[in-house]
C-alpha cells in the first residue's frame, strides 16, 4: 500500500530511522492523549478499577469489553468498519452467543460472517465526515449509510447490548 496523502507516509514506507523520528515527533501528543483517555483509571493487569474484568475479542485480542458477558442467546450487537477482520463479530457469537450485523461499506464480504452474524455493505452515519471517504477507501461509489436508531428499529431490536464502531 501507498499513503494517498502528498506530505505523510504510511508505517511501512519509511526507512527505521524515519519511523523513529516519526514517534519522536508523535510522541508528546500520545502521551497528552493517553493521559486524558486513562485519568482515573488505575490499571491492574487485565482488570479496570473497580470489578469490571477485560474480556478480548478478535485477533490479539484487539477489541475489549468491560463487564459480564450478557445473557446467552438473548443479546444483540452491531458491528461496523471491520474492514478485512471479521473475527470480533466471529468470537462475540461464538463466545457469547449474541446475535450481530457488521457492516462496511468498503469491503465485500460473504453476507453470513457466521451462523448468528451478518454482514452488510452499509456504513454508519456520522456528524463527521469520514476520514476512509475522503480518502476513497472502497472506491468511488456512494455509500449507503444508516443511523443507529433507524438500524435498531429495522432490525427490531429492543435494546442492543453491545456496539462497536
Not at 472502497?138 to 429495522?154: Q, Y
Request: aromatic content about 10%; charged content about 25%; hydrophobic content about 30%.
Amino acid at each position: 500500500k501507498k499513503s494517498l496523502h502528498p506530505k505523510w507516509k504510511l508505517w511501512g514506507e519509511m526507512t527505521v530511522g524515519q519511523q523513529g523520528e516519526a514517534l519522536k515527533e508523535v510522541m508528546p501528543y500520545m502521551e497528552k492523549y493517553a493521559k486524558l483517555l486513562t485519568k482515573g483509571i488505575k490499571w491492574q493487569g487485565d482488570v479496570i478499577h473497580g470489578d469490571c474484568t477485560l474480556h478480548k475479542f478478535g485477533k490479539g485480542g484487539g477489541h475489549q469489553l468491560c463487564g459480564p458477558p450478557p445473557e446467552p442467546d438473548k443479546c444483540s450487537f452491531i458491528s461496523f468498519g471491520i474492514n478485512d477482520d471479521p473475527s470480533f463479530d466471529q468470537e462475540i457469537a461464538e463466545e457469547w452467543k449474541c446475535r450481530g450485523f457488521a457492516g462496511d461499506p468498503t469491503v465485500h464480504h460473504p453476507s453470513k460472517l457466521h451462523p448468528k452474524v451478518t454482514f452488510h455493505n452499509l456504513g454508519a452515519s456520522m456528524v463527521m465526515e469520514n476520514e476512509e471517504r475522503k480518502v476513497n477507501k472502497g472506491g468511488g461509489e456512494e455509500w449507503w449509510s444508516t443511523s443507529m436508531p433507524s438500524l435498531r428499529r429495522f432490525l427490531g431490536l429492543e435494546r442492543i447490548e453491545i456496539i462497536k464502531l
